[in-house]
């Protein structure tokens, strides 16, 4: 269970639906990891042995000023320099869409945790599919605010396109969910149509088929 800290009001749900998915006491990397946010939660409430990697050195340094331990990195570059399994979990969080090679980046992330987690905006969400046939245009929503000409997010995708990507590297989704900015959960299961028409993010925990130590 997950304990709540003083800041749980104000916290990401996907951090939340992340640090329930995390063992207490394990230890995580946590790539793209912003300002520190969630692992700084996973610390508080899990005990975790937390480290970072994070692009801009603006958040690096506010990390490091909040006493976590991270260091500047490019997911699409350096993943490749960590060892096999040297994490109990590896953790992308709302930065998958983000990345030039998701498809190499996500392997990288099996490799390097015995479990991987990753979080991404649903681009098959009603909202967007509405927008799209309505008005012919690239939608504008508040999990995706920016119009396309200046949106980081260069591989957008949906519940289903994950799927079939974990298909495709033989990956073990042990859980998933989909959910909205309110919280409200979908367990994402073999039908995929109402969880990729109403989920707004997803959250996966994944492993590689090969046998993994339980943690």
């Known amino acids: 269970m997950l304990d709540k800290p003083k800041t749980l009001h104000a916290t990401r749900v996907d951090h939340l639906l992340i640090a329930e998915m995390v063992a207490p006491g394990s230890r995580v990397l946590d790539v793209g990891c912003g300002d520190g946010e969630l692992l700084q939660l996973l610390a508080d409430t899990k005990a975790v042995d937390a480290r970072g990697v994070e692009l801009s050195r603006e958040r690096v340094n506010a990390c490091v000023a909040r006493g976590l331990s991270v260091i500047q990195g490019d997911a699409d570059q350096d993943l490749g320099d960590y060892p096999d399994q040297a994490f ?48 012919g245009r690239m939608p504008s929503t508040p999990n995706l605010p920016e119009p396309w000409y200046a949106s980081p997010d260069s591989h957008l995708c949906t519940i289903r396109d994950f799927v079939e990507l974990c298909e495709l590297l033989d990956t073990v989704v042990e859980e998933a969910v989909a959910f909205n900015s309110s919280g409200r959960r979908l367990p994402i299961e073999r039908s995929l149509s109402l969880q990729n028409l109403f989920g707004e993010k997803a959250v996966f925990k994944l492993r590689h088929r090969a046998p993994t130590r339980d943690i």
């Open 88 to 135: 109990d979990f590896a953790i992308l969080s709302l930065t998958i869409q983000a990345t030039l090679r998701p498809r190499e980046v996500l392997e990288n992330l099996l490799r390097i945790g015995r479990r991987a987690i990753v979080s991404f905006p649903n681009f098959g969400h009603w909202r967007i599919r509405t927008d799209l046939l309505l008005w």
